[in-house]
């Protein structure tokens, strides 16, 4: 009997373990609900073109979280999409990814403008991202037909735009909605506000040293570029419900507002992404109801230079088999974008891809200003170090809330540590 | 303990064959190397799991047979090792088979990660000895100081107003009519039933603010239903704290009162009366009767409730995420852990909480002790 029933087991564990043979690749990212059924178009036609090789895709709002965890358990997926490159550096130093091979890297150099491969290059000189959808910051959004109606124009300068906002909060309606409330990463919203502005007020080489810790918080131009953010905020009736409630205010309800009925505001600083999050009958007409121009330079003098964001996918240590390669690979080129484009709310920034795939005349702008862009800089918090970009997520909440900037400056610039 | 006769008679026929006669080496041998073989099988089916690369159903099935077959195996063969020894071995062996696998997953769930946590402590997040210094950050940093402040409010107004509201409900709804008392009794436990962050979820609702006329908060539909200005409750600092303390309190007071309400009923009803005949009044027996005679009780709740408010983290990251003033010790533990990703600071945290439950548990394990040699066990 004894025998008989051991045979059975292992006939059972056998068998499951020849079936595990089957080439599957595993992707970790932190897109969900929409952006995941976008993606899952992407994987369908790879799925297509490569018959046996079968991509799982799971999504987390807490990736970053979920992906230190897994790293420090050894329990890597095959491929990760990271938002943050502090995050990439990171697991790069700690020597758990694997770095592009030559075909990729000749694919991402024919492919990509060359801000893309530095982006996904980590301190060690080595390339190991792969740029998929990203977005563009540092953009206005505002109502169509409201601005219209109001006899308004789009401001080209940074006077024009202060001439703008001072008529503006004359009316009923404020000026500017600004939300930065978002769960865990509360704060990062009021980050793009500094980011650009620092773009805007300063050289990029300034920025480039802030991301490295060259510049600090507590810096004349970091200072400064907090200045021109606190004028807004603090002059009443220029931000709508007032400085304190900023804190409390979810980004996605803020992105409404512009659209709300009665309108809550005028403007709304955000990425090319709010697209996704406005309301239903407002994406239902994207290029009817939105307008978008960039926030003008402060400083004239400086070249104009473009924030942007996105996921980089990386291969971890020893997952870097032919079907991973080859998923990789894929994700290098413009058939991969256009399934995801036609579905709207993201951008690619593949030379070769089709412009035509994006539904939307506003999305098609977006895609114009990401390839003709001179400069770009990636979202400053996000390349830098994960403790440095909490700190900063929590030195503007604690901003919005009134703790005193200098306190915060100094809380921001001691998470580097010594 | 004392074997009756009928028990020693089963222990011997559980083990017919081997009545103090020479150990059956052949079997003992034969045993010993299927244990071994089959202890690599498993080790190898874990290493397949781990990896994780099979389809989920067939990781599912594996597991399932790993769990039930695997264990059934393992206690097969060594139940028949023990039966190959001497007696005399046998009274050694069989209660390490019984209890060992529980002590080792014990040792492995719960000693050697404490044990790793001190270690990485003294570790920076790229993994340099640091000697003390991630302490030096656990005691000494803004968001830390803030966290002891907080955790210290927790402690004292929410064990506290758990412990008095649950005490306070356990008495009254003692004396009111039995359909009253089960009634209101059932809708004070009813929050237990509720996960901590879902109850963050719930509250959320309740404190909401959105700038302009429209409020869905609870809250702040009463007040301006009132005519009143609305708030932002979870910026309002030092409030803030208080009102998310709030919570523990709506979801920790149901147990208090249950445990109470059981130890108010077993107050003799003569110890209650005697008083009475002595001239004390409702007041003054339930402090010098009840009380007295449901101490022990109250330790326990306390000290329970006082470890779970230490700890407390769940709330903390569903409605505030540790801002606006609102850090508590576990949830800056998480923040440094998981979200920065440096381990030797969290774990430095780790380890502080560990210290500050410690005395908690040790005393309450103390007063477990000595109840139970009073009540003769």
Redo the contacts between chains.
């Keep these: 009997m004894?025998q008989r029933?051991?045979i059975a087991?292992s006939l059972?564990?056998t068998s499951?373990?020849a079936?595990?043979q089957?080439k599957?690749v595993?992707v970790f990212g932190n897109f969900t609900g929409q952006d995941q059924q976008s993606f899952q178009k992407v994987i369908n036609a790879f799925e297509a073109k490569n018959p046996g090789i079968k991509v799982n895709y799971t999504g987390s709002a807490d990736f970053?979280?979920l992906i230190?965890?897994r790293v420090?358990a050894g329990?890597y997926p095959d491929i990760a999409a990271i938002p943050q490159p502090g995050v990439m550096y990171?697991l790069a130093?700690k020597g758990v990814l694997v770095p592009l091979w030559n075909s990729a890297l000749t694919l991402v150099k024919r492919n990509y403008s060359p801000a893309w491969l530095d982006l996904g290059t980590a301190e060690d000189g080595k390339a190991y991202g792969i740029f998929h959808r990203v977005n563009v910051k540092g953009l206005v959004f505002y109502n169509k037909t409201a601005f219209k109606n109001a006899g308004y124009k789009v401001p080209k300068t940074w006077p024009e735009l202060q001439a703008l906002t001072k008529k503006m909060a004359a009316t009923k309606t404020a000026p500017w909605c600004i939300g930065i409330e978002s769960?865990?990463a509360?704060?990062w919203a009021a980050t793009d506000w500094l980011e650009n502005i620092l773009l805007r007020t300063a050289p990029a080489s300034v920025y480039d040293k802030w991301i490295t810790n060259k510049v600090k918080f507590d810096s004349p131009e970091v200072r400064k570029a907090w200045g021109v953010l606190d004028d807004i905020v603090t002059t009443p009736g220029y931000v709508?419900?007032?400085k304190?409630?900023v804190?409390?205010?979810n980004f996605r309800?803020a992105s409404q507002g512009v659209y709300a009925n009665p309108a809550?505001c005028w403007m709304n600083l955000q990425g090319s992404f709010a697209t996704g999050f406005l309301q239903d009958d407002v994406q239902a007409n994207l290029d009817k109801e939105v307008g978008v121009f960039m926030l003008p330079m402060i400083d004239e003098k400086l070249p104009t230079t473009l924030e942007v964001g996105g996921d980089q996918y990386v291969v971890f240590k020893g997952k870097d088999r032919p079907e991973v390669k080859k998923f990789m690979e894929f994700l290098a080129t413009g058939a991969s974008a256009a399934p995801w484009a036609a579905d709207g709310g993201a951008l690619f920034p593949h030379k070769d891809q089709n412009r035509k795939a994006y539904k939307t005349q506003l999305e098609q702008s977006f895609v114009r200003i990401l390839l003709s862009a001179k400069a770009a800089r990636f979202d400053a918090s996000d390349a830098m170090p994960?403790?440095v970009n909490?700190a900063f997520w929590?030195g503007t909440?604690?901003y919005f809330?009134g703790k005193n900037l200098d306190q915060v400056l100094k809380?921001i610039d001691?998470a580097y540590?010594k | 303990m004392h074997q009756t006769p009928k028990k020693r008679k089963a222990t011997k026929q559980a083990f017919p064959q081997s009545k103090g006669e020479p150990a059956n080496l052949k079997n003992l041998l034969l045993y010993g190397v299927l244990m071994v073989l089959a202890l690599e099988f498993f080790r190898r089916?874990f290493v397949?799991l781990?990896a994780?690369?099979?389809?989920e159903w067939?990781i599912f099935?594996?597991s399932i047979?790993w769990g039930v077959?695997g264990i059934w195996?393992l206690f097969?063969l060594a139940n028949m090792i023990t039966e190959s020894l001497q007696e005399r071995w046998r009274g050694l062996v069989v209660p390490w088979i019984f209890a060992g696998p529980a002590l080792l997953i014990l040792a492995y769930y719960l000693l050697i990660p404490t044990f790793r946590t001190l270690y990485l402590s003294f570790f920076?997040?790229?993994g340099t000895f640091i000697g003390l210094e991630n302490y030096l950050y656990a005691f000494t940093?803004?968001p830390m100081l803030e966290s002891f402040k907080n955790n210290l409010i927790w402690l004292v107004v929410g064990s506290g107003l758990s412990v008095v509201a649950g005490l306070v409900i356990a008495t009254l709804a003692d004396r009111t009519h039995p359909w009253f008392e089960v009634t209101i009794k059932s809708l004070i436990f009813l929050p237990m039933a509720i996960s901590m962050i879902g109850s963050a979820v719930i509250w959320r609702f309740v404190y909401h603010?959105?700038?302009?006329e429209t409020q869905i908060g609870l809250l702040n539909a009463l007040l301006t239903s009132v005519g009143e200005v609305p708030q932002?409750w979870?910026?309002l600092?030092p409030w803030n704290t208080l009102f998310l303390v709030v919570i523990l309190i709506w979801m920790q007071a149901g147990y208090a009162m249950v445990i109470f309400s059981a130890a108010i009923k077993g107050v003799p009803s003569e110890l209650l009366e005697a008083a009475r005949i002595d001239g004390a009044n409702e007041i003054q027996s339930f402090f010098q009767v009840t009380i007295p005679y449901i101490r022990g009780t109250i330790i326990a709740v306390t000290t329970t409730i006082i470890i779970f408010t230490l700890k407390i983290f769940d709330i903390v990251?569903g409605m505030t995420?540790g801002?606006?003033g609102t850090q508590v010790i576990a949830n800056e533990q998480y923040?440094?852990m998981?979200?920065?990703?440096?381990?030797g600071k969290g774990s430095a945290i780790a380890i502080v909480l560990l210290l500050t439950v410690l005395p908690v548990v040790y005393y309450n394990v103390r007063e477990f002790r000595s109840s139970h040699q009073k009540a003769g066990f």
């Design positions: 004894p029933t051991a087991i059972i564990l499951s373990l079936l595990a089957q599957t595993t970053v979280t230190n965890v420090q329990n990171d130093q769960g865990g509360t704060g709508y419900g007032g304190t409630t804190a409390v205010t309800d809550k994960s403790a909490l929590k909440t604690d809330t809380d001691a540590g | 089916i397949f781990k994780g690369d099979a389809p067939a099935l594996t047979l077959l195996v097969y920076d997040g790229s940093s803004g603010f959105q700038p302009g932002p979870l910026i600092q990251l995420g801002n606006f923040r440094q998981f979200e920065a990703g440096d381990f």
